[in-house]
């Protein structure tokens, strides 16, 4: 089951990855863009060169239309794509000050509470992401320059969102069963700091 959770994790974050990538790169496209419009409709280009000028603007050259529309869907998607890695590896940011004094057991059950918690959260978000979804697609709202339904975005967040939760869910079922049973089904470094 572990090599399953950690496979969907992992190429959710690919996923992710690629996403993120592919955002980056329109994003700077849009910016070189923008800075090349503003330089073909300036003074200097329409006095030196204005054929070339117009030409490349004719041509479309300018920012990418609805640039901040995909990148506002994407790095939604890519968010919750990260999630679910996050969770399987122990990823999430932690302050032990404290809990380095603890014993093995209050740590395991402090796992266990943690695990859970998350897990709960998860579930919450993939949960309210579908009504959120359901809602979108039932207005039939749309994204103001591209025009793309809205709930494209959330059905795509909702399938990360989903998985992380599902993953969530299984490391608190396997933090809850090594915290009674003191055995370690998961090792992810952790342990060996207690």
């Not at 490349?56 to 995909?70: C, M, Q, S, Y």
């Not at 918690?117 to 979804?133: C, S």
Request: some cysteine; proline content about 2%; hydrophobic content about 55%.
């Amino acid at each position: 089951m572990h090599k399953l959770m950690t496979g969907l994790a992992r190429t959710l974050a690919i996923i992710g990855g690629i996403v993120l990538s592919l955002l980056i790169l329109l994003t700077c496209t849009s910016i070189l863009g923008r800075l090349l419009n503003g330089f073909f409709h300036g003074d200097f280009m329409q006095s030196v060169a204005p054929g070339l000028a117009d030409w490349a603007i004719g041509i479309g050259i300018g920012p990418v239309n609805g640039d901040f529309e995909l990148v506002e869907a994407g790095v939604a998607f890519a968010i919750f794509c990260f999630l679910p890695l996050c969770q399987i590896t122990a990823g999430h940011a932690s302050v032990d000050i404290l809990a380095n004094s603890f014993s093995r057991r209050v740590n395991r059950i402090l796992r266990m509470l943690t695990e859970l918690t998350f897990a709960a959260v998860l579930v919450l978000i993939a949960w309210k992401l579908f009504d959120g979804m359901m809602s979108k697609r039932a207005y039939a709202e749309t994204t103001f320059l591209l025009q793309f339904p809205i709930w494209w975005a959330y059905a795509l967040s909702f399938v990360a969102a989903f998985a992380a939760a599902l993953v969530g869910t299984y490391m608190g079922a396997v933090r809850t069963y090594e915290c009674f049973t003191g055995r370690i089904l998961v090792w992810d470094g952790v342990e060996a700091t207690q």
